[in-house]
């Protein structure tokens, strides 16, 4: 069964960088397509930028042009960089297959970004 496991996250200003690491554990995903997500409190989870095992990324509009997902297939980990970062970035942010999320949801790495 994979696990998976978040990390990256933190305090940040606006305008600065943080680059996010989903480490999978159990069972290779370097067949997945995998995702990142965010949630804020009282609003659902989104995703935010998903990539497929041969590469071809997509990202939500809202973060377009400022964040690059990414996978080290050797190292069974996703990344997520980001970049210009903006206040309401902030959120907690997980990583899970895509479309179906069928892997157990990680606890997630909190990110706040300060205007």
């Known amino acids: 069964q994979v696990q998976l496991v978040e990390s990256g996250g933190g305090l940040v200003q606006a305008g600065g960088s943080l680059r996010l690491s989903c480490a999978a554990s159990?069972?290779?995903?370097?067949?997945?397509?995998m995702g990142w997500y965010r949630r804020t409190p009282g609003k659902q989870r989104e995703l935010v930028a998903r990539?497929?095992?041969?590469?071809?990324?997509n990202y939500a509009i809202s973060v377009k042009g400022r964040f690059t997902i990414s996978r080290d297939n050797a190292k069974n980990t996703v990344y997520l960089q980001m970049d210009t970062l903006k206040p309401e970035d902030t959120a907690v942010y997980y990583c899970?297959?895509?479309?179906?999320?069928?892997?157990?949801w990680g606890q997630g790495t909190r990110v706040t970004v300060s205007s």
């Open positions: 899970n297959q895509w479309p179906n999320t069928y892997y157990s």
């Open positions: 159990g069972s290779t995903v370097s067949a997945d397509a």
């Open positions: 990539i497929t095992s041969g590469g071809s990324t």
